[in-house]
């Protein structure tokens, strides 16, 4: 069974401990062993995202999986997933939306800004898995060149 290439950095968006766990328990469980890099709050992720000059050129090149909540504390996921998506640096970020509820409107809305996957909660476990290794795969042969 292919995983995820190591190199690439997962970036978990979720306020809610207990979800988090249990996502982290489900990637290891799977056999990805990449770095997982943690938030709880959208404005830090989108300062780790976007870096200090708010570009995301930091991140230029590097094959970076996101998996974003919505219901954030601080701000709706939705916002992160389209600041992410308009930065020329990170709109090639896959994005796995994980989220409650099953609305079409907001499905709709997070594939309209770019989302690869939508996962509701309690997620399938099979389902998020298979997800998280199609992605991985996809990352590992986009080796797109990065625009300057």
Do not use: C
């Amino acid at each position: 069974m292919m995983g995820v290439p190591t190199s690439v950095k997962i970036v978990m968006i979720e306020d809610d401990l207990g979800h988090a766990r249990l996502i982290e328990k489900n990637i290891r469980r799977a056999g990805v062993t990449n770095e997982i890099v943690p938030f709880v709050t959208g404005a830090e992720a989108i300062d780790y995202l976007l870096g200090p000059d708010g570009t995301g050129k930091a991140w230029r090149g590097e094959p970076i999986l996101i998996l974003l909540d919505l219901n954030l504390p601080d701000m709706n996921g939705l916002d992160i997933l389209e600041k992410v998506k308009n930065s020329i640096h990170m709109r090639r970020a896959m994005v796995i939306v994980l989220t409650t509820t099953d609305d079409p409107r907001e499905i709709g809305r997070s594939f309209d800004l770019g989302a690869n996957v939508y996962v509701t909660k309690p997620m399938q476990y099979d389902n998020f898995v298979h997800a998280i290794q199609q992605l991985g795969m996809f990352v590992a042969i986009m080796k797109i060149p990065e625009v300057e």
